[in-house]
C-alpha cells in the first residue's frame, strides 16, 4: 500500500469493496466463540488473498452481557506475510 500512497493511483491499492465482501461471507458462513479467533481468521484471510504484507484486524463486540459501566471489548492484532509464511 506503500506505493498507493506515493501514486494516488486505485491500481497500486487493494480494493476494499472486495476485501469487504470476503471478510463478510467468510464471518457469516462460520462461528467463532471468541474474538481472537475471528480475528485470526480476517487476518490470514486478508494476507492470502489478497496478498498484502501486513494486516490490522480490530474485532469489536457489544453484547448486552457486559460489565457494568463497560459497552464493548476490542482484540486488536496485526499479522505479516513473509516467504508466504504467516507470522
Excluded: C
Excluded at 64 to 87: A, C, G
Amino acid at each position: 500500500l506503500e506505493r498507493a500512497g506515493s501514486t494516488n493511483n486505485i491500481v497500486d491499492t487493494v480494493n476494499y469493496g472486495h476485501v469487504f465482501e470476503e471478510v463478510r461471507r467468510a464471518v457469516e458462513a462460520a462461528e467463532f466463540n471468541l474474538l481472537e479467533g475471528l480475528a485470526s481468521d480476517i487476518a490470514r484471510l486478508v494476507l492470502f488473498k489478497f496478498r498484502v504484507e501486513k494486516v490490522r484486524v480490530l474485532a469489536t463486540k457489544r453484547p448486552n452481557d457486559l460489565v457494568k459501566n463497560m459497552d464493548s471489548v476490542t482484540v486488536d492484532i496485526m499479522r505479516v506475510q513473509r516467504n508466504q509464511q504467516y507470522v
